[in-house]
């Protein structure tokens, strides 16, 4: 069984200051994907980024990385920079080799302030 | 531009009604999904599909049905909803990315009084 956890349900930052939202996972599968994804206030989901298990470096998307630990089992995004079109809810999500089904994680509101 | 349509954008319906929420896909992908969500809350996956013909239910129980006939379509339907319905229903493709991520719709926002 696949679970995403994210612990944190709300965070805050200034606008331009770096931001680290958590997110740890749990599979017994050796091949996986993790993605992130925003949604806004209006609901759609947008994708921000994918990190792929057997990828040996960290994905990074313009403002956004992912800071991929295995061992760990996390898979934190970073936002650098933070503007106020930022503020919105991130979920992690993880699909399994074999699956095409995603799982999501409950998600983290973040708000950025002038 | 949007490659993945889901209608109607927003919807208020009365208990017992018969409802069909729309999705369709330009993309060309196999693979389709129906999650829902609670406002502020996680996504629940409640159906999927791999193909025409192809099916299934999700990980969290719902009393809609789905059909997928053509590729690119993929409706839900609540034959008597309810207030328990109300919910935001997202749609999904995925098929041409190595990642095997989604392409989502909008979002139908359903209010069941």
């Known amino acids: 069984a696949q679970k995403i956890t994210q612990t944190q349900p709300g965070m805050f930052v200034q606008e331009k200051e770096a931001v680290t939202l958590d997110c740890t996972y749990d599979?017994?599968?050796?091949?996986?994907?993790l993605f992130w994804y925003k949604q806004p206030s209006s609901g759609e989901m947008i994708f921000l980024i994918y990190q792929g298990s057997y990828d040996e470096q960290n994905a990074t998307e313009g403002r956004y990385s992912l800071n991929f630990q295995k061992a760990r089992k996390s898979a934190n995004l970073v936002i650098s920079a933070s503007q106020l079109g930022d503020s919105a809810m991130y979920f992690c999500?993880?699909?399994?080799?074999?699956?095409?089904?995603?799982?999501f994680g409950k998600g983290t509101m973040l708000l950025v302030s002038p | 531009e949007a490659d993945i349509y889901q209608t109607p954008r927003y919807l208020v319906i009365g208990t017992g009604k018969k409802i069909t929420l729309e999705c369709s896909q330009t993309m060309g992908h196999d693979k389709m999904y129906w999650y829902q969500q609670d406002p502020g809350m996680e996504l629940h996956l409640i159906h999927y599909?791999?193909?025409?013909?192809?099916?299934e239910k999700g990980d969290l129980s719902s009393e809609s049905t789905v059909s997928r006939i053509r590729t690119e379509h993929f409706p839900l339907t609540l034959e008597s909803a309810r207030p328990s319905h109300t919910s935001q229903y997202l749609c999904?493709?995925?098929?041409?990315?190595?990642?095997?991520?989604?392409?989502f719709g909008s979002g139908t926002r359903l209010t069941v009084v």
């Open positions: 999500a993880m699909r399994s080799s074999g699956y095409s089904t995603l799982t």
């Open positions: 599909s791999y193909g025409v013909n192809s099916t």
């Open positions: 599979t017994s599968d050796q091949s996986y994907g």
């Open positions: 999904a493709s995925s098929g041409g990315e190595r990642s095997g991520g989604y392409t």
